[in-house]
Nanobody, 124 residues
């Protein structure tokens, strides 16, 4: 089992940057592919980025490609989301999630463990 805690959210102006962190507890963090999702008010939770267990491969939603970077440090049991060139439409609660399977998946229902979320607000 894995417990996840996000941090690093906040208020930033359009064009600015933020780095989110997701710290995991448990001995098997490196065995889980990880992802970031986000949910804006009144909208469904949507996929943002995915990273494999080793960190060797990543997948991004088209809306964030070229602006966001997902990474992980298995020695620190932490996954990161570096966000740059932020836009007001990036405003949402951001969640990290761990997947029990090994392959890429963009569907929230296929992730087994979730953090509580961290708010990101981008002002125009």
């Amino acid at each position: 089992q894995v417990q996840l805690v996000e941090s690093g959210g906040g208020l930033v102006q359009a064009g600015g940057s933020l780095r989110l962190s997701c710290a995991a507890s448990g001995r098997t963090f490196s065995s889980y592919p990880m992802a970031w999702f986000r949910q804006a008010p009144g909208k469904e939770r949507e996929f943002v980025a995915f990273i494999t267990r080793s960190g060797g491969s990543t997948v991004y939603a088209d809306s964030v490609k070229g602006r966001f970077t997902i990474s992980r440090d298995n020695t620190k049991k932490t996954v990161y989301l570096q966000m740059s060139s932020l836009k007001p439409e990036d405003t949402a609660v951001y969640f990290c999630a761990a997947r029990g399977g090994w392959s890429y998946d963009y569907r929230p229902s296929n992730y087994d463990y979730w953090g509580q979320g961290t708010q990101v607000t981008v002002s125009s």
